[in-house]
């Protein structure tokens, strides 16, 4: 399977706990993204990686959020302290830079957080 | 005002029919446009970026008007696997692809 890969699928959680998320794009594909959707929304951008630099956060991303790309691969987001509103599908999607307006994003099948 | 706006539906449509949606979006310089489809808890998949001279693909037609900013998607011949959420997206520059909050499509038999 070529696609953007997340583990886990699922994910539950006691308030106040720690959980970390894992994205692997597309081997090419150089720049990585985090979106958050709850039900009834659209996607909501969190954060933007080109290779290993995060280029840009959303400022709705508290500082219990951290994000890494170390090597400029496979990504991952921790979420701390988790509280009830975190609860959403986390989705992570992937592109290719350099084609201009043709450029698409390519998305994981995500990780769907519940915190109790 | 939010970037990128949808009637969120749902729209109930016959097998058959032809159903439009419409996307406004308020940023000028918007780049790129695309429509994504999103299946109940599954992750969005591209169903087609939308041009300025406007394209099509199966059953499929959309459509840009920069002038009124604003973005169409056609389907005809609806069919009962066309049922889903059909999400606007835009790019106003590099990172930001900003999605809408989809329209809910169900084709009835």
């Known amino acids: 399977d ?71 691969s496979f990504s991952t987001l921790e979420i701390q302290r988790t509280e009830q509103g975190d609860s959403a599908m986390y989705l992570c999607a992937s592109s290719l830079a350099g084609q201009g307006a043709n450029e698409k994003l390519f998305f994981g099948s995500g990780t769907q957080l519940s915190v109790l | 005002r939010k970037e990128v706006e949808q ?52 059953r499929f037609t959309a459509q840009l008007n920069r002038a009124s900013q604003y973005i169409s998607l056609l389907i005809r011949d609806s069919k009962l696997s066309d049922s889903a959420t059909y999400l606007c997206v835009v790019n106003a520059g590099t990172y930001k692809y900003i999605f809408g909050t989809g329209t809910r499509l169900k084709v009835l038999a």
């Open chain 2, 7 to 58: 009637d969120p539906g749902p729209f109930n449509v016959p097998e058959g029919a032809t159903v439009a949606f419409n996307c406004t979006y308020s940023n000028s310089a918007s780049q790129s446009f695309f429509w994504y489809r999103q299946d109940c808890r599954k992750e969005p998949k591209l169903l087609m970026s939308v041009y300025s001279s406007g394209n099509e693909d199966g």
């Open chain 1, 2 to 72: 070529t696609g953007v890969s997340q583990d886990p699928r699922h994910k539950i959680t006691k308030r106040g706990q720690n959980v970390t998320f894992r994205c692997d794009p597309i081997s090419e594909h150089n720049r990585l993204y985090w979106y958050r959707q709850t039900l009834g929304q659209g996607p909501e951008f969190l954060t933007y990686f080109q290779n290993e630099a995060q280029l840009e956060k959303s400022r709705l991303l508290s500082d219990r959020f951290s994000a890494e790309r170390p090597k400029g």
